[in-house]
């Protein structure tokens, strides 16, 4: 194989893309604050399928976010590229925008005075390494994980695809108000799917790995998972339906996770939209539970130094010993509240004004591995997967109702695979039935960081 | 045009220097602009502009890809040498490539009536949401809040490519969107509404704002007096418009002949034979006027087209893109789509629907001993390659000796697509479409589903009641 240029797209380091937000936010007039965000990045994607590359993707891409806020009226604009008359156009746009809003005498962005209460703390989440892989190393890498798979098992009759990405992002903030950051990550992860089974009986398997960079990929790992999670559910029937006690897996917590979260929402909370409301201070939870978000530690994928406003990012307990300890906030939605924002301005890129959300939720892990918590139990079903969680659940009602498949365990016995069953309950019953926290940790792509979970008692459904 | 045809020709030459059969360029403007009302207020307007270019090179079975937002000749001709890459190793040589200029494509047979939302004044727009949030809150007292928005988009298309082909399209769609929350003994229940079209803002001429607020608010308060929505094995009716979805799901996914070709379909092998009852018919149309799926060329510049993918029960075709097509030497059929230039077109639905029947609805449900009535569903999922299928109810009914007796609440529908669509045993003579944005491989696309009032015999309900 021969070399190949990465991308010829020139590459702008992360002080030049400050130095163009700054210029944006200069321009603030009289009353009015202005805040910049903008990215670039530089991906790689690489598919295969059936033993050969389907797809190769290299390209750069950039963009800007435009916030106005004026007598309290918010405008927001944004664009897919940095050149200067675009750049123009869309603080234009922005400050149209805010003409039409109606007043909230809580708009407004964060000062620096604001920002500069705590340091932000001093994350690695740059790999220099990632940027001098070349393509055919990654070309080679994935074509053999792909190969792997394929013939890691007889009961693997095809594999659905196997990809790899990576990505060395850059952003930068700045506002009228002095707020000034940078950050930058690179990010590279690997998948496989494995297809088992014959065509009466299929069963798909997912395997991942995620790293800050190419060499920290492990293809050991995603082989096993695709496999082992393919295999076992071979020859999965629908079960009778009872009330059961359930075990999630990691990825399954983390879904579960990323449902409750939108309760804990400053947001939410203000509108009337939380399960927690008025609740700060009371039991929600089994008094085992110990959540936080904790965006800190640098193996999270959802690691970050500063928030979407420019505050430091920080550990914040949501539940203790099963108390629900608070809400998170952006700095509207802590002003609202007569409190301070929590570092909890999210952005879903350049296209959108900072929410309030999670970066990285974890719960405390317990003493026992997955088996152990299962030993002294009588049935328990063990769900690997679930499906329709956007349809199935509603973090205002606290209905959780979803589909699911996994394996039927007897004291600590692995038994036989189901299918086509759902598991439903409500997220406050949940919380409440939960009785242990397994001692496996998993780092998952959202940010979220999984652990086994038992939960005492579920509706399954089935026939 | 966005690009003129001779750039177009000289970068599709030099993207196949190095080899390869197959080159295209790209290109969109996209203007979005959307307003959201929440808490009593006109929260936050926002305006997007997104204009670049995809260029791809195809050798072989492999797909080399670049995109730009520089859509100058230097940055384009960059691109396409990234995209190049795929042709490592090939013989490489030159081609000249000469684009016949195809007319420019409108989405709207009647385009003279499209009102351009770019052309709209913002006021007209978030009066729309004050209300909307008026006629919400006159429904019941039990309306906690209510949060509504606005958002248009207008996308302009060029595609040009080494077979000759440049064409271009212009594509406007309008949606609104009211979510409220009630509050009552039960806690607190959310409904909501979200119709969009092809259209511009002549949108608001055919959808009454107020009639839109009236149904998400009447949706949440009617959940406050659901029941606990019953376990098991049951018939399920689905009334029109609610179970488009499902089919989309759970059959139109696996007619998409990427996954077929990719061993990820229920439906290989399957052509000419019976894969669904009698009484179903399914379509794909990109052409349906005004719908929100619909386009007058894909964004592999292939016009969009009627097809019929299941007739009386017999699948009849797949569903193409150029690339797959191209390898079994047939025709596209117009389901090549992408969400943005920044991605890969793959085979992806429009407008789909089930055929209509003649029975009255109201005779479906007299007809029902025991079971649950559909009037919306919340989207779902499915696995492909086995057909199994999860679905949320967010508004349905008991059905208790042919009569609709109670609202139920948190009931999923979970089944295997193909072993429904045997089980469909009543087609009304009813129609309506759902809109929705259809998910796949990380790409988002606008489409449609729609269908008469159906019954479907067996359908496994998971709900919370003991």
């Known amino acids: ?463 | 045009m966005l690009i003129e045809a001779d750039v177009c020709e000289r970068v599709l030459a030099n993207a196949l220097t190095r080899g390869g059969e197959f080159a295209e360029v790209f290109v969109e403007d996209r203007r979005s602009s959307s307003a959201r009302y929440d808490d009593g207020r006109v929260e936050e307007l926002t305006s997007g502009r997104d204009r670049g270019a995809g260029i791809r090179v195809i050798v072989g079975d492999t797909t080399g890809f670049a995109h730009t937002a520089d859509l100058t000749e230097r940055g384009l001709l960059e691109a396409g040498a990234a995209a190049a890459a795929a042709a490592r190793g090939a013989d490489g040589g030159q081609r000249v490539v000469a684009t016949r200029l195809v007319d420019r494509q409108i989405s709207r047979a009647d385009d003279s009536f499209v009102i351009l939302p770019e052309t709209v004044d913002k006021s007209r727009k978030i009066e729309l949401l004050q209300r909307a949030d008026t006629s919400a809150r006159e429904v019941s007292g039990a309306i906690r809040s209510v949060s509504a928005s606005y958002a248009d988009s207008h996308r302009r298309i060029q595609v040009a490519n080494s077979d000759g082909l440049s064409t271009s399209d212009d594509q406007v769609r309008t949606r609104f969107m009211v979510q409220c929350v009630a509050n009552g003994d039960t806690g607190m229940q959310t409904g909501m509404e979200a119709p969009g079209r092809g259209m511009g803002f002549e949108f608001f001429d055919d959808f009454d704002v107020e009639s839109i607020a009236r149904t998400a608010a009447t949706r949440a308060v009617t959940l406050l007096d659901a029941v606990p929505a019953p376990s098991g094995q049951m018939q399920v009716v689905l009334k029109r418009g609610a179970g488009g979805v499902l089919f989309h799901e759970a059959c139109g996914h696996g007619l998409e002949a990427d996954l077929v070709h990719r061993d990820a379909s229920v439906f290989k092998d399957r052509i000419g034979t019976q894969v669904a009852s009698p009484l179903v018919t399914v379509i794909d149309d990109g052409t349906y006027a005004r719908e929100w799926g619909t386009f007058a060329v894909d964004d592999e510049g292939q016009r969009a087209q009627r097809n019929v993918l299941i007739e009386n029960g017999i699948l009849t075709d797949y569903m193409w893109d150029l690339v797959r097509a191209r390898k079994q030497e047939r025709r596209s059929s117009g389901n090549g789509r992408r969400e943005t230039y920044r991605n890969l077109p793959m085979v992806r639905m429009t407008n789909t629907f089930l055929g209509v029947g003649d029975t009255d609805p109201d005779a479906i449900i007299r007809d029902t001993e025991y079971g649950i009535y559909c009037v919306q569903l919340g989207g779902g999922q499915v696995d492909t390659a086995t057909g199994d299928f999860v679905f949320g109810v967010t508004e349905g009914y008991l059905i208790e000796h042919g009569e609709i007796t109670r609202p139920i609440r948190a009931a999923q529908l979970v089944g295997n697509g193909p072993q429904s669509m045997t089980l469909v045993d009543a087609v009304g003579n009813d129609f309506e479409t759902w809109t929705g944005t259809c998910g796949k491989s990380g790409q988002g696309v606008p489409v449609s589903a729609g269908q008469p009032t159906l019954r479907v015999a067996r359908m496994t309900v998971g709900g919370t009641a003991s």
């Open chain 1, 1 to 463: 194989m021969t070399g190949v240029p990465q991308s010829s797209a020139p590459h702008v380091v992360a002080p030049e893309l400050l130095a163009l937000c700054q210029r944006v936010a200069g321009q603030a007039a009289g009353t009015e604050q202005v805040e910049a965000y903008a990215l670039r990045g530089r991906e790689t994607d690489i598919d295969v399928f059936d033993g050969s590359i389907e797809s190769l993707s290299v390209a750069g891409s950039s963009g800007i976010g435009i916030r106005v806020v004026n007598n309290g009226r918010q405008g927001f604009a944004w664009a897919g590229s940095l050149d200067d008359d675009v750049v123009a156009d869309t603080l234009a746009e922005a400050r149209d925008n805010a003409k039409f809003a109606e007043p909230d005498e809580h708009n407004g962005l964060i000062d620096q005075a604001t920002a500069d209460e705590r340091v932000r703390p001093q994350l690695s989440l740059w790999d220099d390494r990632l940027d001098a892989v070349d393509l055919d190393t990654k070309i080679d890498f994935v074509l053999q994980l792909d190969a792997r798979v394929r013939n890691s098992d007889p009961r693997i009759r095809n594999v659905e695809s196997t990809s790899y990405g990576d990505g060395l992002l850059e952003s930068a903030l700045a506002s009228s108000l002095g707020i000034a950051a940078t950050n930058r990550r690179t990010i590279a992860s690997a998948s496989s799917v494995a297809i088992a089974g014959d065509s009466d009986d299929t069963q798909t398997g997912y395997g991942f790995s995620v790293a800050r960079t190419f060499e920290d990929l492990d293809d050991d790992a995603i082989l096993a998972m695709a496999v082992e999670r393919s295999t076992r559910l071979l020859g999965a029937r629908q079960p009778v339906g009872q009330r059961i006690a359930v075990m999630f897996d990691p990825m399954v917590s983390a879904s579960f996770l990323g449902v409750l979260s939108a309760a804990f929402n400053g947001e939410a909370m203000l509108k009337g939209r939380s399960l927690f409301c008025d609740r700060v201070g009371e039991q929600v939870a089994a008094s085992l539970v110990q959540l936080a978000d904790d965006p800190t530690d640098p193996r999270s994928l959802g690691a970050a130094p500063y928030d979407g406003e420019g505050v430091a990012c920080r550990v914040n307990q949501l539940i203790v010993d099963g108390v629900l300890q608070g809400f998170l906030h952006n700095g509207y939605t802590a002003r609202r509240a007569n409190t301070v924002t929590t570092g909890s301005a999210v952005r879903g890129g350049y296209r959108s004004t900072p929410g309030v959300g999670v970066r990285s939720l974890r719960m405390v892990p317990g003493p026992h591995n997955p088996f152990e918590m299962t030993a002294d139990r009588g049935e328990v079903l063990y769900v690997q997967a679930v499906h329709g969680l956007h349809s199935g659940t509603n973090p205002i009602s606290g209905d959780f109702s979803v589909g699911a498949e996994g394996i039927m365990v007897r004291n600590g016995e692995y038994q036989e695979p189901v299918r086509e069953i759902t598991i439903a309950s409500t997220v406050p019953k949940m919380l409440h039935a939960i009785s242990a926290v397994g001692n496996d940790v998993t780092y998952l792509p959202s940010g979220t960081i999984g652990t086994s979970l038992l939960i005492d008692e579920m509706t399954m459904s089935g026939s």
